[in-house]
Nanobody
């Protein structure tokens, strides 16, 4: 059974940094796409970043480009989201998600993993609050 467990959220001030972790278990995720999404109160879940387990290709929402970095540690089956220069508008619950890549993954654009409906597996979320 696939399990995703996020950690690393907290309360920080604007301009600070946080690193979120997502520990995955239940199978090897080399053929999966892993994503980070956020959900602010009263809003829909939004894409933040994704990384393909097959080749490490990453993709970011425009709002976080240059500030956030997604990475993976395949030995630990863990992905990370390094968040720098945090802004109050980054305040949300952050979710880790995973989905099996299709056989034609090489033909897919890096932006393919931006829809939350694509993902079958989700963590419970970790809250990030950025004060001004």
């Amino acid at each position: 059974q696939v399990q995703l467990v996020e950690s690393g959220g907290g309360l920080v001030q604007a301009g600070d940094s946080l690193r979120l972790s997502c520990a995955a278990s239940g199978r090897t995720f080399n053929n999966y796409i892993m994503g980070w999404f956020l959900q602010a109160p009263g809003k829909e879940r939004e894409f933040v970043a994704s990384i393909r387990g097959t080749d490490g290709t990453s993709y970011y929402a425009d709002s976080v480009k240059g500030r956030f970095t997604i990475s993976r540690d395949t030995a630990k089956n863990t992905i990370y989201l390094q968040m720098n220069s945090l802004k109050p508008e980054d305040t949300a619950v952050y979710y880790c998600a995973a989905d099996l890549l299709p056989p034609n993954w090489l033909l897919l654009p890096p932006s393919w993993g931006t829809r939350p409906q694509l993902y079958d597996y989700w963590g419970q979320g970790t809250r990030v609050t950025v004060s001004s």
